[in-house]
């Protein structure tokens, strides 16, 4: 059983630019969350992915998008990049549906935006 | 306010010592995780509950639904125990907000 892994484990982007940041869902799991993580702060939910549709969204504005594989993997996708966008951006996998609702982690995609 | 409060922010022990992190919520969840996070930012599950006490070696997480509070307890306290500890409830829809994390030293 393989678990979540992130890609590429760093990123270093000029404001303006976009990026794409890849997830690989654990094994037996549809169900990914994408979080950003400022440095000194808490992760803060992005988004959901539910067999490839969102499934809840949180306080992000439309340059943050996303995608989900029938694999289960996903991407997310950031435009128009800002300074402010720095920071960690973690996934995580969970098998909804199931009672546990687990979350497994990611080992996270530092992204800096100069 | 946030949703999810933890304290302390900061906490320094001597190797050996009684560790207690608090953390409680104002939003209605399924359950409660506790997670550790390294330098570096990979996050590690410790425990996900929703009611009672969970125990994994030296690492003991409690949870009273009713005042909405739980506590994360690490005995015999060691260095390697160094990092910070992140409360996170998960909200009805599979959504976890997080706390602002507790930053735990270990001395030797």
């Known amino acids: 059983e393989t678990g979540v892994t992130q890609s590429p484990t760093h990123l270093i982007k000029t404001r303006g630019q976009q990026v794409t940041l890849r997830c690989s869902s654990q094994?037996?799991?549809?169900?990914v969350s994408w979080y950003q993580q400022a440095l000194g702060q808490g992760p803060q939910f992005i988004f959901q992915?539910?067999?490839?549709?969102?499934?809840g969204r949180g306080n992000f504005p439309p340059r943050f998008s996303g995608l989900q594989f029938p694999n289960y993997s996903s991407e997310l996708n950031v435009n128009a990049l800002e300074l402010d966008d720095s920071a960690l951006y973690l996934c995580a996998s969970s098998a909804k549906g199931l009672s546990s609702y687990e979350q497994y982690f990611g080992p996270g995609t530092r992204l800096t935006v100069t | 306010k946030n949703e999810v409060e933890q304290s302390p922010q900061n906490l320094t022990a001597q190797e050996g010592e009684f560790i207690t992190i608090n953390c409680s919520y104002s939003v209605g969840i399924s359950a409660l995780h506790w997670l550790q996070q390294h330098p570096g930012g990979g996050i590690v599950s410790l425990f996900m509950?929703?009611?009672g006490k969970k125990k994994h070696g030296r690492l003991i997480a409690t949870i009273n639904i009713q005042e909405k509070h739980s506590s994360l307890h690490i005995t015999a306290s060691h260095p390697r125990d160094s990092a910070v500890y992140i409360c996170a409830a998960l909200e009805y829809g599979n959504k976890l907000v997080f706390g602002a994390g507790t930053i735990l030293r270990v001395k030797s």
């Open positions: 094994s037996g799991h549809n169900t």
């Open positions: 992915y539910y067999r490839e549709e969102e499934n």
């Open positions: 509950l929703s009611s």
